[in-house]
């Protein structure tokens, strides 16, 4: 997939859309001591994010109430996760994912490589000012903290959100694939903070002739001389910001992949991915799963799920008949 390749989302904004109005149809479905869920879904799934937050507000002049609170008192479960993950704007959520992936018990490395390597300079930038307004804490400071080595450099290096962008250089990119091989024949710090400057901060156009280079230098594919070279979260994270330059909804589409079957259906990542992507790639990710792996994302999800949090994932997806 070429930078300039089209990508579609699975949500999009309703039309004929009457925020008041939803706010009420929720503010019915939340009522009592049971809930209404079926409506909760077919309202916040088929609404897009900026839609969502309307409603939010519509709800709380009409109820004095926060829907998220409300959410969040009256679901459990994973069901929960997805219909609060979807009230936030995708800065705040993101914010979210990360403070909840390190303040925890143990720090969730996957999650902070999921986020860090795919987001772009203007997304990175809004999630480290929301991450301030929702935690009163650096967000750099945190990474700092919570990881260390070459892996936190690395991190470091993507948070400031810095990379160049649409910029090529040709002859330079010849110069930068033998940084990276003698980086991988090497191993010594130095090259391997040399190689995570390179992969971090060039252009991804720029670095898609790096790669070219490379294989013309080394006769190898430069994800199968990181495996081979390195180990760890450094690694992973290498190889993350190599597949999201190539082609970041297949990227996504290998997460959920070894989300749903290496790691016995990892529902925060599922959930993540699913919502985060789901206005920006998601519909070029389930093409890409589907061609990649045979079955659909639609049915691998079917299977794995259940009931209406399985209904919620489903409706995010925008499954179809063919995907049975």
Known sequence: MFCGDYVQGTIFPAPNFNPIMDAQMLGGA???FGCDKDMLIDILTQRCNAQRLMI??????????????????????????????LMYPPPSY??????????????????LIDILASRTNGEIFQMREAYYLQYSSNLQEDIY???????????????????????????MAAQDAMVLWEACQQKTGEHKTMLQMILCNKSYQQLWLVFQEFQN???QDIVDAINECYDGYFQELLVAIVLCVR????YFAYRLYSAIHD????????????????EIDLMT???????????????????????????????ICAGDAEDY
């Open 285 to 315: 990710i389930r093409k890409r799963y589907k061609e990649r792996y045979g079955k659909s994302l639609f049915h691998d999800i079917k299977n794995f799920a259940s009931g209406h949090y399985e209904k919620a994932l489903l409706a």
């Open 263 to 278: 790691f016995g259906f990892h529902n925060k990542t599922i959930i993540r991915i699913l919502i985060t992507r789901s």
């Open 56 to 85: 939010a507000e519509a709800y709380q002049s009409m109820y004095g109430r926060d829907l998220i609170g409300d959410l969040k008192e009256k679901l459990s479960d994973h069901f929960k996760d997805v219909m609060v993950g």
């Open 217 to 219: 230098i080394s006769g």
């Open 30 to 32: 939340l009522q009592g």
């Open 145 to 171: 903290s919570e990881t260390s080595g070459h892996f936190r450099d690395t991190l470091m290096n993507l948070v400031q959100g810095t990379r160049e962008e649409g910029y090529t250089d040709p002859a």
């Open 94 to 111: 993101d914010a979210h994912e990360l403070w909840h992936a390190m303040k925890g018990v143990g720090t969730e490395e996957n999650c």
């Open 247 to 250: 082609d970041k909804p297949a």
